[in-house]
């Protein structure tokens, strides 16, 4: 994996855009990657609320480096209880994907959640996710492009 921190860190700054929830509900997401913290940690801050204002999903997202070298991410929202730990991967220099679970138990509740740099510049913020007995599905996703 390359550093996903630098990867990151590219993306610090507010990010607005829409999105569709798993109930095919139009939102407007917003996303805040802060500087990273001695370049072996970034936070991260993502809203999806209704035109009303309503909020679907609050989360705030820690990335960062162990001291062995693995990258780690916890995560706290609103629609998942407590603090969960994700495991990191960074399968392109422009993409990283935090998991929580073992996607093939079936038991659980698993959750991928997918940020993607597209070829114009935005980002791809998506969510995959499965309750326990459910297959994994896509389920949210939304384009955000980098506000002033």
């Known amino acids: 994996m390359t550093n996903c921190i630098a990867f990151l860190a590219k993306l610090a700054g507010k990010w607005e855009g829409s999105g569709i929830n798993h109930e095919g509900q139009d939102y407007k997401g ?4 802060d500087a990273p913290v001695n370049e072996s940690a970034i936070m991260i801050r993502f809203q999806a609320a209704a035109a009303d204002g309503s909020i679907y999903h609050f989360e705030t997202l820690m990335v960062g480096k ?71 599905q896509d389920r949210s996703s939304a384009r955000l492009f980098p506000i002033a």
């Open 30 to 33: 917003k996303a805040t990657f």
């Open 66 to 136: 162990e001291p062995d070298g693995d990258f780690t991410a916890y995560s706290a929202s609103n629609n998942v209880p407590g603090i969960v730990h994700f495991s990191v991967s960074q399968p392109t220099p422009e993409s990283l994907v935090l998991t929580l679970g073992d996607l093939a138990n079936l038991s659980t509740f698993r959750e991928v959640i997918t940020m993607r740099v597209g070829a114009g510049g935005e980002l791809i913020h998506a969510f995959a996710w499965a309750m326990p007995g459910e297959a994994m």
